[in-house]
């Protein structure tokens, strides 16, 4: 009786989730050929909605790309960040795209594949000298390792001494300047990064760091026109494993045809083709 009992309860927990059952001791699996994947749509240039209701930017490409080579049908469909992972977790999609950092937190709730970006962070000025001095055309790969970075972070410290930096409060970039920076620079904190570019324009600080993916959508404004991206644009292991697509934690197959066509694409070329694309950077993990 308790062992039909369990049977029938993973006949119905499949079949809620939609799959085909294959049945091999108390197992089932999903015969995958179409998945629905969720994205916000409005988070540029990750991922936005066009005029015409279609959903583009680097992620959807990104998508349209992977699935094609393990001939997957993926709908994208938009979904609000807050209800993202419940909803995956209760099948209502089967994938999640939507710049997700993969986080100790997350990984609790739910499973990743391998990380398909790594956002990189950069320095900002609207100061002529500064910009004039300071070209933007390296990438710096930091490890989160105080003693492996010193040679990097000293030379940020000579650009910085003296001069007053504006940070968003509350991310990992606030951690890493106020760790690297105090006492080098007058740092100064803002609730939301446009209030930085607010200051920069007004000539009230000399530098803001943020992300690249931010920057390279605010800057393009006629508002911020004078401001420009300088020194390294600095990624790696330092800002944790990146960006990755989200699964069920029981989707295991799922996940590694998803792991095995990410692993191609930024083999062959492709996810550095959409980064520079879309972030006018190599954001690759």
Request: proline share 4%.
């Amino acid at each position: 009786m308790g062992h039909t009992y369990n049977v029938t309860k993973k006949i119905l927990a499949c079949a809620a989730l939609g799959g085909s059952l294959v049945f091999g001791g108390a197992a089932c699996a999903k015969e995958w050929t179409s998945v629905r994947v969720a994205t916000e749509g409005a988070y540029e240039p990750w991922n936005i909605t066009l005029p015409s209701g279609e959903i583009s930017g680097f992620e959807p490409e990104l998508l349209k790309d992977v699935c094609a080579r393990i001939k997957l049908e993926c709908k994208l469909q938009a979904q609000n960040w807050d209800g993202m992972i419940a909803g995956l977790n209760a099948g209502k999609f089967d994938v999640l795209m939507d710049a997700i950092v993969i986080t100790p937190e997350r990984q609790n709730e739910i499973a990743f594949s391998i990380p398909y970006a790594n956002t990189q962070a950069v320095f900002v000025s609207a100061d002529p000298k500064i910009i004039a001095s300071m070209p933007s055309n390296e990438v710096l790969k930091l490890s989160g390792d105080p003693t492996k970075d010193k040679a990097a972070i000293d030379k940020m410290k000579v650009m910085l001494k003296g001069k007053t930096l504006g940070i968003q409060t509350g991310t990992a970039y606030t951690k890493f300047v106020e760790d690297n920076f105090t006492g080098v620079a007058d740092i100064r904190t803002y609730a939301k990064s446009a209030e930085h570019l607010l200051d920069l324009n007004a000539g009230r600080i000399d530098f803001a760091f943020d992300d690249v993916t931010f920057f390279t959508s605010a800057l393009e404004t006629p508002d911020n026109a004078a401001v420009k991206m300088i020194g390294p644009k600095i990624g790696g292991d330092i800002w944790g494993p990146g960006e990755a697509l989200g699964f069920r934690k029981a989707d295991n197959d799922l996940r590694e045809k998803f792991d095995g066509a990410l692993k191609e694409a930024l083999a062959d070329g492709t996810v550095k083709r959409l980064s520079e694309k879309w972030f006018k950077a190599d954001i690759r993990p």
